[in-house]
T-cell receptor, first 117, second 114 residues
Framework: AQSVTQLGSHVSVSEGALVLLRCNYSSSVPPYLFWYVQYPNQGLQLLLK??????LVKGINGFEAEFKKSETSFHLTKPSAHMSDAAEYFCAVSEGGYLGATNKLIFGTGTLLAVQP | DAGITQSPRHKVTETGTPVTLRCHQT?????MYWYRQDPGHGLRLIHYSYGVKDTDKGEVSDGYSVSRSKTEDFLLTLESATSSQTSVYFCAINDPFTSTDTQYFGPGTRLTVL
């Protein structure tokens, strides 16, 4: 069965500092990996995703993530935090597949990012 | 929110009463999902639908039922609400022919069961 572990339920950084949110997954098949962001009182918004191909994936708002198969990781980074990045971030995994098929997403428990001025 | 609306956005109800939440999409996506979000648990899948009248259970389906009579609407019903069903409920949609496994979420419904 697939699973996702997000290390650190709360992360605090200073404005301008590096953001690193950790995600490790377990999957018996090549996974598809996702990061979603949730701002207060809103739904989840897709930040970026990895399906196949280039392992460094760039997303919206300056975020990127790198798929490392050997480490079963998909950590989210941003070089310089902004106050507007304060939100909750969710990592998710699916079994992936071919176009036309679909699989359920398994979510991590989330990491709440605080950005200090 | 990718053409997804949820109603109501907030609801307070009493234990034992029936509650129905509605998800409406304008994207014509085949798949629709209901999740609940609770602190420390992330999002957990309640039920999903892969077409009109085609539904299946997720990991936390006990106490919930769903119906989908039209492509655009997916209803979640709590037959007899309990305090443990106090949560934020999210609907999501997916079109496997344009974006495999990528789900797009609605704004959520905050349900409080007293």
């Amino acid at each position: 069965a697939q699973s996702v572990t997000q290390l650190g339920s709360h992360v605090s950084v200073s404005e301008g500092a590096l953001v690193l949110l950790r995600c490790n997954y377990s999957s018996s098949v090549p996974p598809y990996l996702f990061w979603y962001v949730q701002y207060p009182n809103q739904g989840l918004q897709l930040l970026l995703k990895y399906t196949t191909g280039a392992t460094l994936v760039k997303g919206i708002n300056g975020f990127e993530a790198e798929f490392k198969k050997s480490e079963t990781s998909f950590h989210l980074t941003k070089p310089s935090a902004h106050m507007s990045d304060a939100a909750e971030y969710f990592c998710a995994v699916s079994e992936g597949g071919y176009l036309g098929a679909t699989n359920k997403l398994i979510f991590g428990t989330g990491t709440l990012l605080a950005v200090q001025p | 929110d990718a053409g997804i609306t949820q109603s109501p956005r907030h609801k307070v109800t009493e234990t034992g009463t029936p509650v129905t939440l509605r998800c409406h999409q304008t994207e014509n996506h085949r798949y629709m999902y209901w999740y609940r979000q609770d602190p420390g648990h992330g999002l957990r899948l309640i039920h999903y639908s892969y077409g009109v009248k085609d539904t299946d259970k997720g990991e936390v389906s006990d106490g919930y039922s769903v119906s989908r009579s039209k492509t655009e609407d997916f209803l979640l019903t709590l037959e007899s609400a309990t305090s443990s069903q106090t949560s934020v409920y999210f609907c999501a949609i997916n079109d496997p022919f344009t974006s495999t496994d990528t789900q797009y979420f609605g704004p959520g419904t905050r349900l409080t069961v007293l």
